[in-house]
């Protein structure tokens, strides 16, 4: 490891963690603006994705474009180029 590079489990662990928790904490926000509970809105929504069977075939279903999008752009920054129009090439 050089000077100045963050650990490998910072880069691959209390990074996203840390990148999840803030979002939940900024959208928690939201919703108590709104006047209702977070804890139940994200109830809700791990219910609607992953509840039940026809629940994960929705998410499945709408996320596969999203995937495939996300690793067709991974495969070309691997090989050192740089695609900008991934997500209108999906849409």
């Known amino acids: 490891m050089s000077k100045g590079q963050l650990p490998r489990w910072v880069d691959y662990g209390l990074l996203p963690a840390l990148n999840l928790i803030a979002a939940f904490i900024v959208s928690g926000l939201v919703v108590v603006v709104i006047g209702e509970d977070p804890f139940e809105a994200v109830k809700w929504l791990v219910w609607g994705a992953l509840g039940y069977g026809e629940g994960i075939?929705?998410?499945?279903?709408?996320?596969?474009?999203?995937?495939?999008?996300?690793?067709?752009?991974a495969v070309a920054f691997h090989a050192g180029?740089?695609?900008?129009?991934?997500?209108?090439?999906?849409?």
């Open 81 to 91: 180029l740089f695609n900008i129009g991934g997500e209108g090439q999906a849409t």
């Open 57 to 73: 075939g929705y998410t499945l279903y709408y996320a596969t474009n999203f995937i495939f999008t996300g690793l067709a752009v």
